[in-house]
Every structure is written in structure tokens, then in C-alpha cells.
């Protein structure tokens, strides 16, 4: 009986269908976050989507990502971790709601794209490859959900006009999750 040959490489496993839904399952968490808002209010738990509690909730999600990811950044000397600090601080600053908040964020963003076009190579081995880039990918997506309610560009949602404010503060912190998330990895 012949043996298998054991000096060849072993195959590379498959793309299917279960493993991407295993690594991308939080893709769906944003619209279906959107999604239970509108059943909250549709089933009158008007409380559980105002605005008011989002706003400490962010305060609260924004101050533990900022500590978890300057953790890393400094117990592990991780780059990735100095730069989504940073970040989360930006953030945070914005919730506060301090006049000039708004230009902290624009200049806080910028500044932070700036270092991190330019240390793009001592980021990218952090980021390929791993669950770190699929979760920045996810939490850029909440993000951007978010930003497209406040700009009230999906108008075509049923009773837009009167639910943008508190699917904006959901989708908001949802985004802020994962960026907790992010720095826990």
C-alpha cells in the first residue's frame, strides 16, 4: 500500500460560504441594530431608542475602548493600538460636545490619516490577514451607516423624518462597540 507523500505542502482550505459567514457575521449587526429600532418604536419603547441614554452610553463605550486600546498600546508596544487610541480619544472628545468639538474631530481624523499613511508599513502586518482588518472593515461600515443617517441620505426608510435622530445614536454606538472590540484583539 502506498504511504502519502508527507513533504508536500498541505492544501489551502477552501473559501465556502460558512466560513465567510462565520467571519463576517457582524456585517448584519448595524442594519439589524436599525432594524430594532424601528420595532422599539413600533411596540412603543420610545425610551429605549431616545437620544439622551445613547449619549452617556457613547461616553461610557468611548471611555473603555480609549483605555483598552492605550493598554495595548503600551503593555504590548503595539502600533495599532496607539493609533486606534488616538482615535477613540478623537471620539470621545466629540461626544462631549465642548464648542470646537466638531473641528477637533475633522482635525483630530486628519491628523491621525496622515500618521497612519505614513506608518502604513508598520501597521499593515497587524491588519492583514486577521481578525483585527475584518473588524476595522466592520466597524468602518457602522460608522458609515451611521454618518449616511445623520446626512439623511436614506430618506427611502419608512418614517425617516422622524426616526433619523435615534437610528443615528444606535448606529453611532454600535460603531463605538466595535471599536471597543477592535481594541480587545
Avoid at 94 to 118: D, M, N, T
Wanted: charged residues 15%; contains cysteine; proline residues 6%.
Amino acid at each position: 500500500m502506498d504511504q502519502p507523500r508527507t513533504d508536500a505542502a498541505p492544501a489551502a482550505k477552501p473559501c465556502c460560504p460558512v466560513t465567510i459567514a462565520r467571519q463576517w457575521w457582524p456585517v448584519l449587526v448595524p442594519p439589524a441594530v436599525a432594524a430594532a429600532v424601528y420595532l422599539a418604536r413600533a411596540v412603543g419603547w420610545h425610551q429605549a431608542v431616545e437620544k439622551q441614554p445613547h449619549e452617556v452610553i457613547a461616553l461610557c463605550l468611548l471611555s473603555a475602548a480609549v483605555a483598552v486600546a492605550a493598554k495595548g498600546a503600551l503593555a504590548q508596544r503595539d502600533r495599532f493600538c496607539l493609533v486606534l487610541a488616538a482615535l477613540c480619544l478623537v471620539f470621545l472628545l466629540r461626544e462631549i460636545h465642548f464648542p470646537g468639538a466638531k473641528e477637533v474631530l475633522y482635525g483630530g481624523v486628519a491628523v491621525i490619516g496622515v500618521w497612519s499613511v505614513l506608518w502604513r508599513r508598520r501597521l499593515l502586518p497587524s491588519l492583514l490577514g486577521q481578525a483585527r482588518g475584518r473588524w476595522l472593515v466592520i466597524t468602518v461600515w457602522a460608522y458609515v451607516l451611521a454618518l449616511l443617517v445623520q446626512r439623511r441620505a436614506l430618506k427611502f426608510l419608512p418614517d425617516e423624518e422622524h426616526v433619523h435622530i435615534q437610528l443615528e445614536e444606535v448606529l453611532e454606538n454600535v460603531g463605538h462597540l466595535f471599536l471597543l472590540i477592535l481594541g480587545l484583539l
